[in-house]
């Protein structure tokens, strides 16, 4: 099957900027997501990018698509503590939704 | 608007056992998905159910099974569980089916269970 994947560890200092990457390998992919998950908690939807945009930006976070590499990035701006979390990328094509195995990120003060 | 409730909390049985996890969607959400996510796993989709009917299955074997209800809430059931299978199952809801749309997940708090 197809496969979703991602570094599983990444560590900032805070202040810093967090750059989070993905690769899948589905290029029928509509949609491309970032979930992220607090200690405890389900994943809560960050952002997401159609597979016809190169870019969006939302306040401190960017997303980044190179459809051509299937690369999927989440740069997240001056990091703060409360950005410690997993982050989990998604694509959805016309079947279901599949997850990368997530990348844990650790923002040190 | 309440989120997705799963009950319950954590959970703890022995191999062999079977196993029911509930989850209520969002108001008015008609599409609840479940995972499974173990550490260095990721999630891992189990299945889709829409209307009452399973929209899309996981490769997961026949021990793992799903229903839904009427009123949209639904329950996982996993019968003679294995070691294995201790993880955390988390569902989400959708307004609308994931196979056919690009509906955003909100997901519930999961259930931890742990088979011993």
């Known amino acids: 099957g197809e496969d979703v994947e991602q570094s599983l560890f990444l560590s900032v200092r805070e202040g810093d900027s967090s750059v989070i990457n993905c690769t899948y390998t589905?290029?029928?992919?509509?949609?491309l997501y970032w979930y992220k998950q607090e200690p405890g908690a389900g994943l809560q939807l960050l952002t997401y990018i159609f597979s016809n945009m190169d870019m969006k930006q939302d306040q401190r976070l960017t997303v980044l698509l190179n459809k051509k590499d299937k690369h999927l990035s989440l740069r997240i701006a001056d990091t703060q503590t409360g950005d410690s979390a997993i982050y989990f990328c998604a694509e959805h094509n016309n079947n279901d939704m599949r997850f990368g195995a997530g990348t844990r990120l650790t923002v040190k003060p | 608007k309440a989120g997705v409730t799963q009950t319950p909390r954590y959970l703890i049985k022995t191999r062999g056992q079977q196993v029911t996890l509930s989850c209520s969607p969002i108001?008015?959400?008609?599409?609840v998905s479940w995972y499974q996510q173990t550490p260095g796993q990721g999630l891992q989709f189990l299945f889709e159910y829409f209307s009452e009917t399973q929209r899309n299955k996981g490769n997961f074997p026949g021990r793992f099974s799903g229903r839904q209800f009427s009123n949209s809430r639904s329950e996982m059931n996993v019968s003679t569980l294995e070691l294995g299978d201790s993880a955390l199952y988390l569902c989400?809801?959708?307004?609308?089916?994931?196979?056919?749309?690009?509906?955003?997940?909100?997901f519930g708090s999961g259930t931890q269970l742990s088979v011993l």
């Open positions: 589905d290029s029928s992919s509509t949609y």
């Open positions: 108001s008015g959400h008609r599409s």
């Open positions: 989400a809801s959708s307004p609308w089916t994931v196979v056919a749309t690009n509906e955003k997940l909100f």
